[in-house]
């Protein structure tokens, strides 16, 4: 959705959207394939901030209280930690207030 479109909209709506957007921003993190339990439930905790708190500042994911006592650096590589950084980056720019 383009910040053109969220200008008139009601703001239960903009608030629903910014939520389903980590759920869809992390779907790949459910391939029970390619991640474990653990790795599952860690993106879980993350997308459960977001739902939350709309965004998540990067030294949020260094404690892991905000995490369900879980270490990302420990549960995932680091390539697999850029990647997740740079969903959770896009999703706060899209929570960002549009200057007008």
Not at 2 to 7: F, G, I, K, Q, V
Not at 44 to 51: E, K, N, R, S, V
Not at 92 to 98: D, G, K, L, R
């Given at each position: 959705m383009?910040?053109?479109?969220?200008?008139d909209m009601p703001?239960?709506?903009?608030?629903?959207?910014?939520?389903e957007l980590p759920q869809k921003a992390?779907?790949?993190f459910f391939d029970e394939s390619v991640y474990n339990e653990e790795q599952i439930s860690l993106?879980?905790?993350?997308?459960?901030?977001?739902?939350?708190?709309?965004t998540m500042e990067r030294q949020e994911l260094g404690d892991?209280?905000?995490?369900?006592?879980l270490s990302i650096s420990e549960v995932f590589e680091p390539t697999?930690?850029?990647?997740?950084?740079?969903?959770?980056?896009?999703v706060?720019?899209?929570?960002?207030?549009?200057a007008t």
């Open positions: 383009l910040p053109e479109e969220t200008h703001s239960g709506k903009f608030i629903r959207i910014l939520r992390f779907s790949d993106v879980q905790c993350i997308m459960d901030w977001l739902a939350q708190n709309v892991s209280d905000n995490l369900g006592c697999t930690l850029k990647s997740i950084l740079a969903i959770i980056d896009r706060n720019a899209n929570a960002m207030p549009m």
